[in-house]
């Protein structure tokens, strides 16, 4: 097992230690050793210097469960604050997401708008999310989901030509994702296409990971879009924030601010 131990003189005061719940572990080299790299090696916990020197001032003998329990239990507490913090940012973010959902249900029922959605990387999440707002029965008619490129061409009639020389992540497809849904669904007024490169890995077109188009069409012609680069560590995370914005540009559209 390794794990980083940077933390300076190995001494009396002995910060690696305290770190791993040790007190009074070391006990009192004169060596000062700068430690690089743990090893736990049967009953034996090795520091490594920087110097690559292992002097008996390295080496000290410790039951091996001690020592793993330990270890295991400094990373669960680890492990448990930035747990802690992720989901205090989700649960903020929900919140947000919520009331920004509810707006939309409202806008759109004070203007008589009908509501389909078309969705690629969200795969219904965006549909999933005005479904469950109260009132959503008046405004949404329902949503496509079109995640391939061949199902974008078969439901959509995007042009195979379009999504090759644009990639499926771009403005002109996000548009076209838009004007497609309104074809097939007729009583709507409103199309919101959300395409996007969710993780963990760039497109099939090298689109990085993040990169979103958003487009919204209104029958009576206007179009809205907005594209951005979201920078985040999970496809969690790009999903909350793709729904954050596809709710704001709605509400754009809709003449109601964000």
């Not at 709507?188 to 979103?212: F, H, Q, R, S, Y």
Request: proline share 2%; aromatic share 4%; glycine share 10%.
């Amino acid at each position: 097992m390794w794990g980083s131990a940077r933390t300076g003189r190995i001494c009396q005061a002995c910060r690696f230690c305290s770190a791993f719940g040790f007190s009074g572990f070391c006990r009192g080299t004169r060596h000062l050793l700068v430690a690089d790299r743990i090893v736990i090696a049967g009953d034996r916990l090795i520091l490594a210097c920087s110097r690559n020197c292992m002097t008996a001032g390295s080496i000290w003998l410790l039951p091996t469960v001690v020592l793993r329990q330990a270890i295991a239990r400094r990373a669960q507490e680890g492990w448990n604050r930035r747990h802690q913090s992720v989901r205090h940012s989700v649960m903020s973010h929900e919140i947000s997401i919520t009331d920004l959902s509810a707006r939309v249900v409202e806008a759109a029922r004070a203007s008589g708008a009908r509501i389909i959605t078309v969705e690629s990387c969200t795969a219904g999440s965006l549909c999933t999310l005005l479904a469950d707002t109260p009132g959503a029965g008046d405004v949404l008619l329902g949503g496509l989901v079109t995640y391939a490129k061949a199902c974008k061409a078969e439901v959509l009639g995007i042009p195979q030509g379009v999504l090759t020389s644009c990639s499926a992540v771009s403005a002109e497809v996000a548009a076209a994702m838009a004007n497609g849904a309104l074809s097939e669904c007729g009583s709507a007024t409103m199309a919101i296409a959300v395409t996007c490169v969710g993780g963990p890995k760039p497109d099939d077109d090298g689109n990085p990971v993040g990169l979103t188009h958003l487009a919204v069409q209104l029958r009576d012609g206007r179009r809205y879009h907005r594209r951005l680069q979201i920078d985040a560590h999970s496809s969690g995370r790009i999903r909350g924030e793709v729904l954050l914005h596809a709710l704001q540009l709605v509400l754009e559209a809709l003449g109601s601010e964000a």
